[in-house]
Structures are given as C-alpha cells and as structure tokens.
C-alpha cells in the first residue's frame, strides 16, 4: 500500500456547516421510500470481503453476517496472516457456511485489500484508522458498498481524502455506514430527539468524557520472543499500533471521538475551534511510543456554546465515559438517557444492540437501494478529535479552518517492512511526544 498522498488542493477548505447527517435519520429507514435495487430481494446473496481481521474487524464480520437475508463472507485480508487466520477460526465456529473465503481469497501484506475489494458486494475496514482513507477511496473506486469503523482518519489530509470518496461514492449511489454506533442506538436516539426539540432549553454547555484505565499495549521484547525474531520498526509500531499517532491518532481519535461526536450530533454542527492541554504524565516508557496519557480540550461552536472535554489513561483515577448537557431550562445525562428539569424524562424504551443494529441498518440500505452515507459525518467527527489534538500538542488556540487545511501528514512516506515511520525511537528507545508551545500542527 502506498502513502495516501496530500490534497492536491493545498487550500481548499470544508464547512463545517456544509452537512451532518442524524441517528435518527438513519435509524429510521423503514419510513423512507424504498426503490427497489441490486439487492431488492432478502434472498439476493450479499457478498462480504473483510479488511483488518483484528477484533473489531472480526466482530464487525460477525454482525454483517447477523443481519436478515443471504450473505457470505468471500475474501479477507490483513498485514498479518496469524489475524487472518484467527479471525477465520472464529468466524467459522460461529457461522459455519456463512464464511466462505477460500485459501486464494485470503490475502496478505500492504497491497492485499484491492484484491479482497474486488471480490465483494460490501466491504468491511476495520484495519487501523491511519489505512483508512486510502482504503475507503479503493472501495468506492471499485464501486463498492462500504462499512467502516472509526475514526475514519489520523490527520487532516486523510479527513480530506475520505470527504472526497465521500461525495463519490454518492454520486454512484453506494451505501457507507460508519462505526459510530451510537446513533443506531434507541435511548441515544430518544434523547437526542427530545433535546434538539427544546427538552432543556437553550444548550449554554456540554461535557464529554473518555476517562479509563490504560488500554491494551504489546511490548516489543514479549512481540519478539513470541515470534522468536526482531521486527522491524514497521511491523513492530503496526503490531502495537495504538501508541502511534500516524496509525491510531492518540486515543482522543481513537476513542474519545465516540463522545465528541454525539455532541456534535446534539449541536448539530462542528466546533469553529478548540483550545487544550494534555501530555504523557504517568503512562511513559519504551513500549507506550508517542502518544499522551491525558487531553482536556474546550471547544467552541459558532453560537457561542462551549463543549468542555477529557479523555484520560491513568490506573486509579476517576473514570467516567459520558456525555452531558446544560441548558436554560435543565440539564441531560445523555448516556444514561436522563433529562432533569421543567421537562424531566427518563428513557424507559429498549432497543437492539446498536453494534448488530448499525449493520441491520446499512444492510437494509444495500438490499432496497435506500440512500445511505454516514461517511461525512464520521470523517466531521474524526476532525473534530484530531482538532483536538492538534490542540493539546501544540497548547494553542486552533481554528478549524485551519486545521481541516493542515497539509501536515502524519503517514509514512512509505509503507514497506523495511521502511520506517516519521516517528522512531532514541537511543534510549524513548519516543518523543508533542511539546506544547513548540510542536507545529498546522
């Protein structure tokens, strides 16, 4: 796989009024006009290829292949043949016939998802978010229907790149469904609704939180004993990709995007700019590479209203994942799905599990030809987290504008086991992280 390469329109700018599409529309699909399309009938065989066979990966191809009507897993690829095969075995202990991906459908190494793409109705990418972009121009350049997770890109030329095969895969009428599962979730959904429609006033400030415990992390020395040789750099920072902004993008991208975005889903609408703070405190070593342990970010919208973020990595903190609102008339607990006020409500409903009920959504799409795209605002979304970002490393105010126009890539000049990412290690091994007041960003 090549480098996605830069805009070729160094200052083309996006509005960040231009469009944002709401769970509830997408959740509502059975009250839309249905036309009948390639795959108007349930019985139709919907052909699946899957693209990073990583957990999420998998667990996508297990929902896609949960959803009503025929379909079959046909090809897959990744990096990494112990993913793919792994992912294989467990698919095919839960789903039997449904994966039927044959030894020459399998396919490995930085090249391997324009084989896979070519093989399917719809496509899954699940790879790490830094391969994003250029897969998802693939897919849609082959004219495929698409699921992807997020976020949907590490920087702000692969933002660009995916608005781009955005308004592409429009114009051919494919169906893109993003890994934002909250908006095709029934009490978010609900609560949204009764917000927007006034519930608690004016909205004057918003929270959001991504405050956990330290994820996941794969040591160099444990990764060389267990496949008893060095690796590379290449493969080593791809294996313990979530410490690399180019392939992660800090997990203020990674994860805290789920809360930004239901905010901007309440505004309806993306932040004009953002200041933070944040650094590496308490998570540092060899094996933690470049990202921070904590961000706390303020952004602003173009009414005025502020959003006030944190997303932390630290063992025996306080933890809390949510997303809160304050307005004139009440406050809301969205997550919980709570509204305290002159209009106090309580969401009392049950829904499907929204992970399984973004698949049945995007899959009625495909099967009766409904008009189905959430790539604009999963790409709208993901800028907001790298916006963000750009402003805890830099510990300066961040104008949106400018961020979306950033010509600063984050990728590899190439994408090879030999070559080596922008990021390397010192003599000590230490990667460097972000300096605020020196780092530059845009």
């Not at 990073?52 to 025929?70: E, K, M, V």
């Not at 020395?221 to 800090?250: A, H």
Request: net charge positive; glycine share 10%; hydrophobic share 35%.
């Amino acid at each position: 796989m090549k480098k996605t390469k830069r805009s070729p329109k160094k200052n083309a700018a996006f509005d960040r009024r231009d469009f944002i599409k709401t769970g509830a529309a997408a959740a509502a699909l059975g009250s839309l006009s249905i036309e009948r399309g390639a795959f108007a009938q349930a019985s139709d065989t919907v052909k699946v290829a899957l693209i990073g066979c990583g957990g999420r990966g998998t667990g996508a191809a297990n929902q896609a292949l949960s959803t009503n009507g025929d379909v079959k897993l046909v090809a897959m690829a990744d990096a990494f043949k112990d993913r793919m095969d792994s992912s294989q075995k467990n698919l095919q202990r839960s789903h039997g016939l449904k994966v039927d991906v044959k030894d020459e459908n399998k396919f490995i190494g930085f090249d391997a998802y324009k084989e896979a793409i070519a093989l399917a109705d719809m496509v899954i990418l699940a790879t790490p978010p830094g391969f994003r972009p250029v897969h998802f121009a693939e897919a849609v350049k082959q004219g495929k229907h698409v699921f992807m997770e997020k976020p949907v890109a590490t920087d702000a030329p692969g933002v660009r790149k995916v608005l781009a095969a955005a308004e592409e895969a429009k114009k051919k009428n494919l169906k893109v469904g993003v890994g934002l599962q909250r908006h095709h979730q029934a009490g978010y959904i609900e609560t949204i609704k009764r917000l927007q429609d006034g519930a608690i006033g004016d909205i004057i400030t918003t929270r959001a939180y991504w405050n956990g415990n330290t994820p996941w992390v794969r040591k160099r020395t444990d990764l060389e004993k267990q496949y008893g040789r060095k690796l590379t750099e290449m493969e080593y920072q791809m294996r313990n990709w979530y410490y690399f902004v180019w392939i992660c993008g800090d997990h203020i991208t990674e994860q805290h995007i789920h809360n930004l975005d239901v905010i901007n889903w309440l505004k309806n609408d993306f932040p004009v700019r953002a200041n933070g703070m944040g650094g590496a405190e308490v998570r540092v070593g060899i094996d933690y590479g470049e990202i921070f342990d904590h961000h706390t970010v303020e952004f602003e919208y173009a009414d005025g209203s502020r959003m006030y973020s944190q997303c932390r990595h630290q063992v025996g903190c306080w933890n809390s994942v949510s997303e809160h609102a304050h307005g004139s008339k009440g406050s809301a607990e969205i997550n919980r799905y709570i509204i305290r006020g002159e209009n106090s409500w309580r969401f009392g409903g049950k829904g499907k599990n929204p992970y399984q009920q973004e698949h049945d959504d995007l899959f009625h799409a495909i099967r009766n030809n409904v008009a189905y795209n959430e790539a604009e605002y999963g790409a709208k979304s993901s800028m907001t987290s790298i916006l963000g970002r750009m402003a805890t490393y830099s510990g300066k105010v961040v104008e949106w504008k400018d961020a979306i126009n950033s010509q600063i890539s984050t990728l590899p000049e190439a994408f090879a086991w030999d070559a080596m990412p922008n990021s390397l290690p010192g003599p000590d091994g230490m990667y460097a992280t972000a300096v605020p007041g020196k780092t530059v960003v845009v």
